[in-house]
């Protein structure tokens, strides 16, 4: 027997026919749950961004002692050219963080709307997702927004949330063959009618 994935691959075939799934199932889920629910979530987003912050700081303190180190060496030549020099630290940890930054700044604005529009906001943008609206299946799909759906999921009806949690679970047990032959049988049998498969849950095979 193989040893389970570590990590999401966005590039596997595998997971580009999961990841539609659980989308699916959540926002059906969604569909399911009073939008004033999310709000709570969206509130416990909020207060998490802190100590999120931190741990991109831990997480990058190769990066942020490689720049230091570089600073040092350069203090000199970075001395000479003045207030230029300001702004080439500031380049330097903006590359570091960037996509943390960034993540993090489109979360805190995403949970900020769902809390000022009373969790409808989710609602909303589930629903064109399962109308096949491009924009908001997009916005969904994409990094940040995937997250939320991961704890927001948490919130959703047991028998939708099944579908979330066991996909990918599956997805981490696939490097298995026959456990990869499961979970392309989950994708067909949620395909062959997902709002039955939302209500029933996962199969149990």
Known sequence: M????????????????V?????DAFCRGVRLTPPRRFIYLSI???AWIPISVIMAIALKSV??????????????????????????????????????????????????????????????????????APFR??????????????????LIPYSARTWYDDMVAAYFDSNDPARESRLLRLIGDYWKNPDTAVREGTPTY
């Not at 990841?19 to 989308?23: F, R, T």
């Not at 060496?73 to 570091?96: F, R, T, W």
């Not at 299946?137 to 991961?150: C, I, K, N, R, T």
């Open 2 to 17: 193989r040893p389970p994935r570590q990590l999401i691959n966005e590039q596997d075939p595998l997971w580009l026919k």
């Open 19 to 23: 990841k539609p799934v659980i989308l």
């Open 44 to 46: 416990l987003d909020i």
């Open 63 to 132: 990066h942020l002692i490689i720049l230091a180190i570089s600073l040092v060496l350069l203090a000199s030549p970075l001395k000479e050219i003045g207030s230029l020099s300001h702004l080439i630290v500031y380049g330097a940890l903006l590359a570091v963080f960037y996509r943390d930054l960034k993540d993090g700044i489109m979360r805190f604005m995403f949970s900020a709307a769902i809390l000022v529009t009373g969790g409808k906001l989710l609602a909303w943008i589930c629903d064109g997702y399962l109308n096949h």
């Open 137 to 154: 299946q997009y916005f969904l799909a994409s990094g940040p927004l995937f997250e939320v759906s991961a704890y927001a999921s948490a």
